[in-house]
């Protein structure tokens, strides 16, 4: 009988063992293997790509900026390394536009603020109405946001600007009072001095600049029995002057992108459709155009005030920019479930 002259038995089983156990104790240690793998072709597919795109049949409940379920976040409202989604493309920006409501409690505006900024990609957010809400902001500051405003006008707190600190950083901001108010003594409604606040950020990662223009237009100026056209009020003069006033604040602002946020009390659809003079769309010609007439599922949006049922909130973006590709809508919801008389409205561009 001829001798086994190789190696032992026992180790030629041992080194066998060890070749099929390999790649399964490598796959869980480095997280190369097809699990991970799955997991980050998940994370792609998830995020706020270059290529992102909104359907008007998409759910409610889905994210417009990752077209997929929320991920988790950190307490400044980046994704976290542990959530399920990257963090959106930086070419990707949601800008929001939200009257607060005046007479909310603290708690109230807070809870709303909270629910718009959990939004993933929501990068800026221009409000009005925020006379009392410093608090909120304050609270905002300690989820990762700054925001600028000023008071040392009366009236002029209620115009706000914020965003994320992790995307953007502050370049300079101006206020400009648009027209003075009317009170009870003169006017049948009264209200308090308009300003427009104009406030310019640099995105980190590009060092290019943005502007955003944030405006509240007064009451009671639209004749709601003839929609379209100006009310027969001290109101509606008043508020002719303010948009001439924001068409001169439009062409002098800096930027490679210039965006314009607010409420305009008056209805987009009806402005578009009859044109008044000295109106929105006829002020803003070949200026700046609103997302109502650049998204392709603007039949999808419900109004952003729910009580006139009319869109009187408005993101607005420099015509030039839009015609130079240096802008696009990608698409735009308004949010329902909040405190205010008012739904914000969302809006999601992709920035060249």
């Not at 070419?91 to 607060?100: D, E, M, V």
């Not at 001290?234 to 002719?240: F, I, K, S, V």
């Not at 001169?248 to 800096?254: D, L, Q, S």
Request: overall charge positive.
């Amino acid at each position: 009988m001829t001798r086994w002259s190789g190696p032992p038995p026992l180790l030629i089983a041992a080194t066998v063992l060890g070749l099929v156990l390999a790649p399964a104790v490598s796959s869980a240690d480095d997280g190369s293997g097809a699990a991970s793998r799955g997991t980050t072709s998940a994370s792609a597919r998830s995020s706020g790509s270059s290529g992102a795109t909104l359907s008007a049949s998409e759910p409610r409940d889905r994210d417009p900026a990752t077209g997929g379920a929320a991920s988790s976040s950190t307490a400044d409202g980046s994704t976290s390394d542990r959530g399920v989604a990257s963090p959106p493309s930086p070419s990707l920006l949601g800008i929001a536009t939200f009257n607060q409501h005046r007479p909310l409690t603290i708690g109230q505006a807070r809870a709303d603020a909270e629910r718009i900024t959990s939004r993933k990609g929501v990068g800026i957010i221009g409000w009005q109405e925020g006379y009392e809400f410093g608090p909120v902001y304050s609270w905002l500051a300690r989820k990762g946001w700054s925001t600028k405003r000023f008071g040392e006008l009366r009236g002029a707190s209620e115009l706000a600007v914020s965003w994320r600190r992790a995307r953007f950083k502050l370049v300079g901001a101006k206020l400009h009072r648009a027209t003075r108010g009317v009170d009870s003594t003169v006017g049948r409604y009264p209200f308090g001095d308009r300003f427009i606040l104009r406030v310019t950020l640099r995105e980190r990662s590009t060092g290019r600049d943005i502007s955003i223009i944030n405006t509240h237009l007064p009451q009671a100026i639209e004749d709601l029995d003839s929609p379209g056209a100006w009310r027969d009020t001290l109101n509606a003069g008043a508020a002719r002057q303010q948009l001439r006033g924001l068409a001169k604040v439009w062409r002098n602002a800096p930027g490679r992108w210039v965006v314009g946020t607010g409420d305009y009390n008056f209805d987009a659809r009806s402005d578009a459709r009859r044109r008044p003079e000295g109106g929105i769309a006829r002020v803003y010609d070949g200026l700046a155009v609103s997302s109502y007439a650049l998204s392709t599922e603007g039949d999808d949006v419900a109004p952003t005030h729910p009580f006139s049922d009319r869109y009187i909130d408005y993101v607005h973006l420099r015509r030039a920019d839009v015609d130079a590709g240096r802008v696009r809508v990608l698409g735009q919801r308004t949010m329902g479930g909040v405190h205010s008389d008012h739904r914000p409205l969302l809006v999601w561009l992709k920035l060249r």
